[in-house]
């Protein structure tokens, strides 16, 4: 199932980090939980920041969190990187044909 497009400044700025870093699978956890508060994510400390993604269901998935962490270092730091389409193909659905 694909997730809700954003309606928020916040929820645009979450989805954009989470579609760079691959997790869209969240995006609807985090808004559901209130989540869409990119600062705050940014800014939460080490317990927060674990509490957090436990309630998106993230805290089982280390890699994912360090996907995130990543993105979100990305986001702070060159924000511009993020300015992408908000759809994109998911590979299987483009076609293949076999060519002559």
Known sequence: ???ALPRTLGELQLYRILQKANLLSYFDAF??????????????GEEEFLEI???VGMA??????????????????NPGLFNQPLTSLPVSSIPIYKLP
């Not at 559901?32 to 939460?44: I, S, T």
């Not at 089982?60 to 730091?77: F, G, I, M, N």
């Open 31 to 44: 808004i559901q939980q209130g989540g869409d508060d990119v600062q705050q994510l940014c800014e939460a």
């Open 1 to 3: 199932m694909a997730a």
């Open 60 to 77: 089982s998935k280390p890699l994912h969190v360090r996907r995130l962490q990543k993105a979100l270092r990305d986001w702070v730091t």
């Open 53 to 55: 993604m436990a309630l």
